[in-house]
T-cell receptor, first 115, second 113 residues
Framework: GAGVSQTPSNKVTEKGKYVELRCDPI?????LYWYRQSLGQGPEFLIY????????DSGLPNDRFFAVRPEGSVSTLKIQRTERGDSAVYLC?????????????FGPGTRLTVL | GENVEQHPSTLSVQEGDSAVIKCTYS??????FPWYKQELGKGPQLIID?????GEKKDQRIAVTLNKTAKHFSLHITETQPEDSAVYFC????????????FGKGTTLSVSS
């Protein structure tokens, strides 16, 4: 079956601009996570959705970052007033609510470059 | 919070040799330890995981061991092949939905033929 998909695969923007990154989780997966991966590092947690609600947003670095999941499926990560330090690969993962454990399946990521 | 250390950062082996990557974690309550393989330009792929109720798990050429007392876990790849070349990440977390994975910094494995 289809895995997690993310669009766009690459996004280049200028400092100060607004960007939206989209994640389409595995069909039927109610849990959705966003992570950020800087060059040479492991992914770092940003936010977790269970259904439509953000159950844990403790990883969001500041209030320029926001994410939504209005219908409990597709999620959009929104970054306002982008800064050069926001440049990274943004990864989305999903997992199944029907399983008792925490297997997370990742998408290919969106590489964001802020000039 | 949880902290995961991973060693080595780079590992070069000859095809057919074994490779071992080691991780340590700090939170004794962590009970789920997945390993991911990440190829260039792709997202992390779950390759094997272990829970704290077992000490070892195998899947063909890969195996993972867990020492809860020492808070160590390791990935073992036998009979390495060039297609095993990638960055490998370990992670630690609680085995419940909604808990963030805490990753190590990764190991770049190079298998030369």
């Amino acid at each position: 079956g289809a895995g997690v998909s993310q669009t766009p695969s690459n996004k280049v923007t200028e400092k100060g601009k607004y960007v939206e990154l989209r994640c389409d989780p595995i069909s039927g997966h109610t849990a959705l996570y966003w992570y950020r991966q800087s060059l040479g590092q492991g992914p770092e947690f940003l936010i977790y959705f269970q259904g439509t609600g953000a159950a844990d947003d403790s990883g969001l670095p500041n209030d320029r970052f926001f994410a939504v999941r209005p219908e409990g499926s597709v999620s959009t990560l929104k970054i306002q007033r982008t800064e050069r330090g926001d440049s990274a690969v943004y990864l989305c993962a999903s997992s199944s609510q029907t399983r008792a454990f925490n297997e997370q399946f990742f998408g290919p990521g969106t590489r964001l470059t802020v000039l | 919070g949880e902290n995961v250390e991973q060693h080595p950062s780079t590992l070069s082996v000859q095809e057919g040799d074994s490779a071992v990557i080691k991780c340590t974690y700090s939170d004794s309550a962590s009970n789920y330890f997945p390993w991911y393989k990440q190829e260039l330009g792709k997202g992390p792929q779950l390759i094997i995981d272990i829970r704290s109720n077992v000490g070892e798990k195998k899947d063909q050429r890969i195996a993972v061991t867990l020492n809860k007392t020492a808070k160590h876990f390791s990935l073992h790849i036998t009979e390495t092949q060039p297609e095993d070349s990638a960055v490998y990440f370990c992670a630690a977390t609680y085995d419940q939905a909604g808990t963030a994975l805490i990753f190590g910094k990764g190991t770049t494995l190079s298998v030369s033929s």
